[in-house]
């Protein structure tokens, strides 16, 4: 096992998930209340949901690249290419998903990340 590795991708994924709780309670939280976010596309709502799926896609992007990096560390796990590819579809599908609630659809990033993941799961 290496564990460098291992612990490497271990970190990747806790970063990701102290970015997300400390960026929502430190950061998103407080300039929300401030009340001075601009308007896009007219609105402001548009912009913190925004703002706030776009802050949460680096939480899913470092625990899908830690998943990859951790399993890449034990010997036992073959390191083809598709079972990676397959992680990361699914990490991509993730902030699909993200952008396409959390923007009520309305920004155009969830199908590029969709296309994405469809690209990566039918080329595994």
């Known amino acids: 096992m290496n564990v460098l590795s291992l612990v490497a991708g271990l970190l990747s994924a806790l970063i990701g998930i102290a970015h997300s709780v400390l960026g929502e309670k430190l950061l998103l939280g407080p300039l929300f209340e401030r009340g001075d976010v601009p308007a896009l596309f007219g609105s402001t709502t548009f912009a913190r949901r925004t703002l706030r799926f776009a802050w ?3 939480t899913v992007l470092l625990i899908g690249i830690g998943t990859v990096v951790m399993a890449l560390s034990i010997p036992q796990v073959d390191p083809q290419p598709a079972w990676i590819l ?28 969709l296309i994405i993941a469809a690209l990566l799961w039918f080329g595994a």
């Open 86 to 113: 397959q992680v990361l579809a699914a990490t991509f599908a993730t902030c699909s998903l993200l952008s396409l609630i959390g923007a009520r659809a309305k920004h155009f990033s969830w199908w590029v990340f």
């Open 56 to 58: 949460h896609l680096t």
